[in-house]
């Protein structure tokens, strides 16, 4: 009987661990609880349940007491390690892994660093800034202003979030210093184009992966995850807007 409880909290934990990297790394909400199910049934576990919030995840399985919740304060977009915790469910489902060995290996891809360092993350938001300025028909001479104005933000985003964590205010401080930077490139005549800089420019902070997930979860009945998503993609966008309006208002 302790063995079997023993066994039974250590898949808990795998699946609740699988669960954590996956939201807290961008993936949906109905593949989160899908994973986790299908883990728990690798395990010889038929009935398990899974509530998944983008804030919370609520797991139990039968002929086990305990539910176990916890909860998830960050979110960011890495699928790398989405894909490799789909990479390990997989195994599990293939019988090539027991117990232990899939628990370290969870263990492995949260403790593991992110895919691209900072300054590659940074180089190519400035670089999809300059992109964007091209593909809204601008022109080639506001492209370095955008890559700079784009460079520079992100990287204001980046900085400001580690000492402020409320995301509303980092995202209008980032769009701010962007609408403020190209502002000043027009006014000197080094840009052309005010309009086509700021869209371009604020391209990397628009919530483009949180609103597909809002919709995908929404459509497969996942109303409590759709609708909080949404309004947190709708809070980003909204601190974007005030961000460039404030800059519009001063000068």
């Given at each position: 009987m302790d063995f079997y409880l023993k066994e039974s909290s250590l898949i808990v934990d795998i699946c609740l661990l699988a669960g954590k990297i996956m939201l807290q790394n961008g993936a949906e909400t109905y593949r989160v609880e899908d994973t986790m199910v299908r883990i728990a049934s690798a395990f010889g576990i038929e009935q398990s349940h899974s509530f998944v919030t983008p804030t919370a995840i609520i797991f139990s399985i039968e002929g086990y007491e305990r539910t176990k919740l916890i909860r998830i304060?960050?979110?960011?977009?890495?699928?790398?390690?989405?894909?490799?915790?789909?990479?390990?469910?997989?195994e599990i489902s293939g019988g090539s892994l027991s117990l232990t060995e899939a628990y370290s290996k969870l263990q492995e891809v949260e403790k593991s660093p992110d895919t691209y360092s900072l300054f590659l993350q940074i180089a190519a938001a400035a670089i999809v800034s300059g992109c964007f300025v091209i593909m809204f028909k601008g022109v080639w001479t506001d492209f370095i202003p955008a890559v700079i104005a784009g460079g520079l933000g992100f990287s204001a985003f980046v900085y400001i979030h580690r000492l402020v964590q409320i995301r509303f205010f980092v995202e209008f401080f980032a769009s701010f210093l962007i609408?403020?930077?190209?502002?000043?490139?027009?006014?000197?005549?080094?840009?052309?184009?005010l309009d086509k800089i700021i869209i371009g420019s604020v391209m990397p902070l628009v919530p483009g992966v949180l609103i597909t997930h809002a919709v995908r979860d929404l459509l497969a009945g996942h109303l409590i995850a759709g609708l909080s998503k949404g309004a947190e993609a709708f809070l980003t966008a909204f601190a974007i807007g005030t961000g460039v309006a404030v800059v519009f208002y001063l000068f």
């Amino acid at each position: 009987m302790d063995f079997y409880l023993k066994e039974s909290s250590l898949i808990v934990d795998i699946c609740l661990l699988a669960g954590k990297i996956m939201l807290q790394n961008g993936a949906e909400t109905y593949r989160v609880e899908d994973t986790m199910v299908r883990i728990a049934s690798a395990f010889g576990i038929e009935q398990s349940h899974s509530f998944v919030t983008p804030t919370a995840i609520i797991f139990s399985i039968e002929g086990y007491e305990r539910t176990k919740l916890i909860r998830i304060t960050e979110r960011f977009t890495n699928l790398e390690k989405v894909s490799r915790v789909n990479q390990i469910s997989r195994e599990i489902s293939g019988g090539s892994l027991s117990l232990t060995e899939a628990y370290s290996k969870l263990q492995e891809v949260e403790k593991s660093p992110d895919t691209y360092s900072l300054f590659l993350q940074i180089a190519a938001a400035a670089i999809v800034s300059g992109c964007f300025v091209i593909m809204f028909k601008g022109v080639w001479t506001d492209f370095i202003p955008a890559v700079i104005a784009g460079g520079l933000g992100f990287s204001a985003f980046v900085y400001i979030h580690r000492l402020v964590q409320i995301r509303f205010f980092v995202e209008f401080f980032a769009s701010f210093l962007i609408g403020l930077i190209a502002t000043l490139f027009v006014d000197f005549g080094l840009g052309q184009e005010l309009d086509k800089i700021i869209i371009g420019s604020v391209m990397p902070l628009v919530p483009g992966v949180l609103i597909t997930h809002a919709v995908r979860d929404l459509l497969a009945g996942h109303l409590i995850a759709g609708l909080s998503k949404g309004a947190e993609a709708f809070l980003t966008a909204f601190a974007i807007g005030t961000g460039v309006a404030v800059v519009f208002y001063l000068f």
